[in-house]
């Protein structure tokens, strides 16, 4: 049974009331609710949380799913302070054990002392912004993907901690041009292609290797 950490990072701020990524998140969780080869924990870091039992999170979950919006090109405030509590409390703990350096040899092997190893990451981000203004030439990101340009950092976090990513899902015009039931469409479609159909075709790959 693999083990599913979904984590909601939406936020009431200004003119958004995190309903979006509520509806992903609640999308995300059915998903694996309903299916018997999963088991999944989710947490809304808006609400109280104890960063010890967070930390454990991390540790007990094969895959950590991320839902945040992008907030003027990052994640927003409650993600990100949520993000600095539990990785400070997983010091040790779970989620890092150092920096990877040694006093040996300081200028090299950064960012390999994380504990994750072996456990995997997705992430979706939802934006204002239209995917035509990350791909056109002339547009504002300067054909940029999200995840080369505005969650590099995001990224490079998470591998700290050893974990390696699996493909991301970004929502785009969601505040002009919203269609949520064609987004849930597709996002029910990478979740299935990302869990299942990989899961179907390495089985059968490993009956293959045995015949």
């Avoid at 907030?71 to 927003?76: A, E, G, K, R």
């Avoid at 995840?147 to 976090?157: K, P, Q, S, T």
């Avoid at 700290?160 to 493909?167: D, V």
Wanted: glycine content about 8%; proline content about 4%; some cysteine.
């Amino acid at each position: 049974m693999k083990k599913i950490f979904v984590i909601n990072g939406g936020q009431q701020f200004g003119h958004s009331g995190g309903r979006y990524n509520q509806t992903i998140t609640d999308t995300t969780v059915e998903f694996f609710e309903n299916n018997p080869d999963f088991e999944v924990r989710y947490i809304n870091v808006n609400e109280a949380y104890d960063p010890a039992q967070q930390v454990e999170n991390y540790v007990w979950a094969d895959v950590v799913i991320y839902h945040t919006p992008i907030f003027w090109f990052q994640v927003p405030n409650g993600l990100k302070k949520y993000i600095d509590v539990v990785f400070d409390e997983g010091y040790g703990k779970g989620i890092y054990r150092s920096d990877g350096r040694s006093s040996a040899n300081p200028a090299i092997n950064y960012g390999t002392g994380g504990s994750l190893h072996g456990k995997q990451y997705m992430v979706t981000t939802s934006w204002n912004a239209p995917k035509e203004a990350f791909t056109l030439p002339g547009e504002f990101f300067n054909e940029t993907s999200v995840d080369d340009g505005i969650l590099f950092g995001f990224h490079r976090m998470n591998a700290f901690t050893g974990m390696t990513p699996l493909q991301s899902m970004h929502f785009h015009d969601v505040e002009k041009n919203a269609d949520i039931q064609r987004d849930l469409a597709e996002y029910k479609n990478h979740l299935t292609k990302t869990f299942i159909n990989n899961k179907t075709a390495k089985h059968e790959h490993l009956l293959n290797c045995d015949n």
